[in-house]
Every structure is written in structure tokens, then in C-alpha cells.
């Protein structure tokens, strides 16, 4: 067993978890804080101390790393329904599985000088240098994915600030080319979102509006407001828009739909 230091290990490995983890949350579309994902990373990084402890049985490691995918998931997006939470750790697991797999391959087939891997566990022998170097072209690739796939189709995640009785209110949606949801009276774009993202805000009912909508599943009614001011990933949106609030609509980890006119126009 070669030299392993010990700060070049959990450096590395806070490193990979940040990268698997951003990789979830792009995956579900979860409306997470970088600050909670950089505490998840950080709690995979000092995870990987475990390679300094000797090889497990087959079987025991894969216990190890379902109950450490856990507590990252738990960390990096805070609580959910238990539905969700095993749908987060699932895919968070597939991608660890995934790189692990593809790092096996590289240090069985080629045995690069440098890389070692112990339970499961990769351990890069790289100066500081070059770890900030391959995080930049990691960080550049997935802006450019992102930017190319809003250029196709329209569609992607964006983060969403409205100002209401002067309380900010955060959350993440889906841009939609097909949602073109209005305002009958006034022709204003409406964001359709889950009352549960509202952080408990209920708005004044004297300024409550019922939008009728439509849809595959159906049609009816949704309650709106309209919102001091929008911001849509930090950039003031002039136009007038309004929040129409609904539930049980909306499917999976997506908690609201940002009709593609509003950010595209």
C-alpha cells in the first residue's frame, strides 16, 4: 500500500462528492443551496477516511456506501417524504456507482501513476494546482451543457426570487416552452408553483385572483397574486408577472413551471 496523504485524500474526495451531487440536483431539478451541497461534499470527503481502514468483505462495503450516499443526500438536500429521499439517494448512488466503476476500469486497464483506490474509495496523488484547474474545466462544462440544452429546447432549471410583503422567497423551477398560462384580465405570464415551496407565505386574499387553467390532466382553477418584484437566476424580470399557487399538480421533484416567454422574450 503506497504513501497516502491524508489532506490530498479528503480534498479529492470533496471534490468528486460536489460534482456527484450537482450532478442529483440537476438530474431531479432539487431546489438545493450551494452552501448545504459544499457541507454534503464536505461530509464525503471525510467519509473517504475510510479507505485507511483495511479492505471489507463484499457486501459490507456496499452497506458502507449506501448508508454514507444517505447521510451525504441528507446533508446536501435537507428533509423530504421518504419517496423522495430514497429516489434522491438511488440516483446519487448510480452516479457514485457509475464513476466508480469507469475509475476501476481506468486503474485496471492503464494503472496510472497516481491513482489508487481503497474500499471503494479514489485517491488522486495531484498538486493543488491541478485539482483547481480540472474543477474550472468541470464548472465550464456543465454551464456550456446547461447553456447548449436551453438553446435546444428551451427547457432547464432556473432559480426563483419573488419579493412579497417585503419577504423574500426562494425556489427552483422548470422552464416550460409549452406553459403559456396567463392572467385572463390583464394578459400577465403566470409561474405555476406548489404552495409548499412558499416557505409558508399566504397572500392577502383581497389580492387573490382565480386563473383558469388547462391541461392534459384537465382544467380548473388556481389562486394568484401578483408579486412585488421577480427575479429569475438573480436577473429582475420587468414584465408583470404573477404566481399561481397549486397542489398536487405537479409531478416528481418539480415544484414549478416557468412558462419559457418570461425567461426567452
Do not use: W
Not at 473517504?48 to 446536501?76: C, E, H, Q, R, W
Not at 380548473?220 to 436577473?235: A, N, R, T, Y
Amino acid at each position: 500500500m503506497k504513501t497516502i496523504y491524508i489532506d490530498v485524500l479528503i480534498t479529492v474526495n470533496i471534490f468528486i462528492d460536489f460534482i456527484l451531487i450537482l450532478c442529483t440536483k440537476r438530474c431531479l431539478h432539487i431546489n438545493a443551496s450551494y452552501k448545504r451541497m459544499l457541507m454534503g461534499s464536505a461530509l464525503g470527503g471525510f467519509e473517504s477516511l475510510f479507505a485507511m481502514l483495511p479492505p471489507l468483505k463484499f457486501g459490507l462495503n456496499i452497506i458502507y456506501d449506501l448508508t454514507g450516499a444517505a447521510a451525504i443526500i441528507f446533508v446536501a438536500f435537507g428533509k423530504c417524504n421518504i419517496k423522495t429521499y430514497l429516489k434522491r439517494v438511488a440516483v446519487y448512488f448510480l452516479f457514485s456507482f457509475s464513476f466508480c466503476g469507469i475509475m476501476i476500469f481506468i486503474y485496471t486497464a492503464f494503472k496510472p501513476n497516481g491513482m489508487e483506490i481503497y474500499n471503494d474509495i479514489v485517491y488522486f496523488d495531484i498538486s493543488p494546482v491541478v485539482l483547481i484547474i480540472l474543477t474550472l474545466v468541470c464548472y465550464y462544462i456543465l454551464k456550456l451543457i446547461k447553456r447548449m440544452t436551453k438553446g435546444i429546447n428551451g427547457g432547464g432549471t432556473c432559480n426563483v426570487e419573488i419579493k412579497a410583503e417585503n419577504k423574500i422567497i426562494t425556489f427552483c423551477g422548470k422552464i416550460d416552452t409549452g406553459c403559456n398560462l396567463k392572467e385572463p384580465f390583464s394578459g400577465d405570464y403566470v409561474i405555476v408553483a406548489e404552495k409548499s415551496v412558499m416557505d409558508n407565505y399566504s397572500p392577502d386574499e383581497k389580492k387573490i385572483r382565480l386563473i383558469p387553467y388547462e391541461s392534459l390532466g384537465g382544467s380548473g382553477l388556481i389562486s394568484g397574486f401578483k408579486p412585488q418584484e421577480v427575479k429569475i437566476d438573480g436577473k429582475k424580470i420587468d414584465d408583470q408577472i404573477y404566481i399561481g399557487l397549486c397542489e398536487n399538480i405537479l409531478k416528481g421533484d418539480i415544484k414549478a413551471l416557468i412558462p419559457g416567454q418570461i425567461v426567452n422574450g
